[in-house]
């Protein structure tokens, strides 16, 4: 359990917008950040009340952080469970493998396990679903149909596109918002890695 939790401590402050640093979550509990980093490394647990206030401060149940099957409402009030997925590049989605992540992305549901991962969106190709800056999760699961925002692999040595797919007759077309961007034919040897699920920016700690 202690593994566990000092896990889900790190992913609920990776989750913020900017990273909670151990400093940060030290200072607001008015500890030393050596008993975060002991805490995170599995080798000793906050007590009852740092939990508590653990959990207020995510917007996390006591539950989910102690990796209990069900959640609790934290002092009378429903708070859902905290939902994460990994951070990875881009290229990382081609083959939907990654070694080792850095942060994780705070999201609405959960996803069964290595079904979706979340990538930055650096490019402008669609400004109106999925603007530069912010944060994009894909599933690899998801039903895809025309209309859709997915990510695709267009078979060479470069990083994955988002585009919008369209059916124009009988093809299947990868389109972007912005004409300065290409627009792709499925025929073309690019493959659909996923859907893109859902779009936010991480929120502040406040």
């Known amino acids: 359990m202690t593994t566990t939790l000092g896990k889900r401590i790190r992913a609920a402050r990776q989750a913020m917008h900017p990273s909670v640093t151990h400093r940060d979550l030290a200072k ?50 429903p708070k859902p469970p905290v939902y994460v997925v990994p951070v990875v590049p881009p290229s990382a989605l081609i083959r939907w ?3 080792a992540v ?4 705070q999201t609405a549901v959960a996803y069964p396990p290595n079904t979706a991962a979340a990538m930055l969106v650096a490019s ?3 400004t109106s679903s999925c603007p530069a800056g912010a944060y994009a999760v ?29 059916r124009e007759g009988r093809e299947d077309l990868l389109i972007a918002d912005d004409t300065r961007y290409p627009t792709y034919k ?18 502040l700690l406040t």
Do not use: C, Q, Y
């Not at 209309?147 to 585009?163: E, N």
């Open 28 to 77: 607001k509990l008015n500890l030393s950040p050596s008993a975060v980093n002991l805490w995170e490394a599995g080798r000793t647990e906050p007590d009852a009340d740092s939990l508590v206030k653990i959990s207020e401060m995510f917007s996390v149940s006591v539950d989910w952080l102690l990796g209990l099957e069900t959640s609790k409402p934290v002092r009378g009030s």
């Open 97 to 99: 493998h990654w070694d």
């Open 102 to 105: 850095a942060e994780f992305l």
């Open 124 to 126: 402008d190709a669609l």
């Open 138 to 166: 894909i599933n690899k699961a998801a039903h895809i149909a025309p209309g859709a925002v997915v990510l695709a692999h267009l078979g060479r040595a470069s990083d994955p596109v988002l585009r919008r797919l369209i």
């Open 186 to 203: 499925l025929t073309d040897g690019a493959k659909i890695i996923g859907k893109v699920s859902e779009v936010t920016v991480r929120r």
